[in-house]
């Protein structure tokens, strides 16, 4: 079974950073892919950001060139590095991970952006 834990959200004014982390319960080399995703109330949960086990990464259109994320193998933890936030960036985030055709989920962590 995997586990994965997010933290670091929080209030934050727009134009403020913030960056969350998932730490995984195994060797993050063992998934596929990893990635972030976000909720806002009354929308579908959206793909923010992901990494390829290779390295490779892709990002939403709304987030290109603000988030960034990124790894750390030696202590198996996932980063999302939000920077110049918006109000729209207001979501609940969420840690993905998959690995041999299952998608695996943390518990997620809101983050709000308001002055």
């Known amino acids: 079974q995997v586990q994965l834990v997010e933290s670091g959200g929080g209030l934050v004014q727009p134009g403020g950073s913030l960056r969350l982390s998932c730490a995984a319960s195994?060797?993050?080399?063992?998934?596929?892919?990893m990635g972030w995703y976000r909720q806002a109330p009354g929308k579908e949960r959206e793909l923010v950001a992901r990494?390829?086990?290779?390295?490779?990464?892709d990002y939403a259109e709304s987030v290109k060139g603000r988030f960034t994320i990124s790894r750390d193998n030696g202590v198996n933890t996932l980063y999302l590095q939000m920077n110049s936030l918006k109000p729209e960036d207001t979501a609940v985030y969420y840690c993905?991970?998959?690995?041999?055709?299952?998608?695996?989920w943390g518990q997620g962590t809101q983050v709000t952006v308001s002055s």
């Open positions: 993905n991970s998959f690995r041999y055709g299952t998608n695996y």
């Open positions: 990494i390829t086990v290779g390295g490779s990464t």
């Open positions: 195994r060797s993050i080399l063992s998934f596929n892919t």
